[in-house]
């Protein structure tokens, strides 16, 4: 049974942090709460790929379909499935009507934080930032025209899941960090994360995606440190790129991020600007 959690001190360890958000109710968006509403009235309409689309606009819906489907995918026959690293696999995988019964009304994230009104506007700037990667990285997949581009994009889409949860779940810890930043640009997430939390929230996602049972591929394209990899290296530089350009395209990483893109679509900087603005 899931549970509301609020931190306003960090955690002992990297295990008790997973346990901690483990056991959390994950709220998600209220739009995304009401459309699912919506579609319930009218299920015998509704089919796996227009589902889909509602929850992939949502990481942490996003987040919940693919945990309970793998989740589902362990208590069957395993080793005769594929894992269902996609949305719309994950719901052909559950079926319509048993998403709708497993997934009653949502919590959301607005009620979550009605009380913290600058968590719920730091929430929404990562929430941004992850739709904007998720963009990017399926255009870097579709360009190189990877055979798993759904897969890359879900993979940008969940790559900050665990500082959502950090907004959701601890937001004066959230703030703190933000705050750190903002007073030195040239500050570091993980450090930042390692003086306030004790942890760093990427070692946190990973342990949390095996903890949920998510995709191997999936856990492996979210891991920054497999950053050789073409399929990682589309997800880490969308990232990068959307972080960057966050507060507009004058960040003076921004220059590096346009030539290491351009190195992995084998374009020429000037084309890959243009492709960028496109995608954007």
């Known amino acids: 049974m899931s549970e509301r959690l609020r931190l306003t001190a960090p955690l002992p360890s990297l295990d008790a942090w997973v346990e901690a958000f483990a056991r959390a109710e994950i709220p998600v968006l209220a739009e995304t709460a009401e459309a699912i509403e919506y579609m319930r009235a009218m299920e015998d309409d509704v089919d796996a790929h227009g589902l889909a689309q509602l929850i992939e606009s949502d990481p942490l819906m996003t987040l919940k379909v693919l945990a309970r489907a793998n989740e589902l995918k362990r ?20 079926g319509i009507t048993p998403f709708f019964r497993d997934f009653g009304r949502q919590a959301t994230l607005e009620e979550a934080l009605a009380d913290h009104e600058e968590a719920l506007l730091g929430l929404s700037r990562v ?39 950090l907004w959701v779940h601890a937001p004066d810890l959230a703030l703190k960090i933000a705050e750190l930043q903002e007073q030195d640009r040239h500050l570091r997430s993980a450090i930042a994360q390692r003086q306030m939390l004790g942890i ?81």
Not at 127 to 137: D, F, G, L, T, V
Not at 219 to 238: F, S
């Open 75 to 94: 208590g069957r026959s395993a080793g005769l499935m594929a894992d269902p690293e996609t949305v719309t696999a994950a719901l052909v995988l559950m």
């Open 127 to 165: 929430m941004q930032r992850a739709e904007r990667s998720s963009r990017y990285a399926l255009g870097f997949a579709a360009h190189r025209a990877d055979p798993d581009a759904a897969i890359i994009h879900s993979a940008a889409l969940l790559h900050d899941f665990a500082e959502m949860l």
């Open 200 to 280: 760093e929230l990427a070692d946190l996602e990973q342990a949390l995606m095996k903890r949920w049972h998510l995709p191997d591929l999936l856990t492996r394209i979210t891991n920054d440190k497999h950053a050789r990899d073409p399929q990682v290296r589309c997800v880490h530089l969308a990232v990068r790129l959307a972080r960057h350009t966050a507060r507009g395209w004058d960040d003076a990483a921004v220059p590096d991020d346009l030539h290491d893109i351009a190195e992995l679509l084998n374009l020429s900087p000037e084309h890959t600007l243009r492709l960028l603005h496109d995608f954007d």
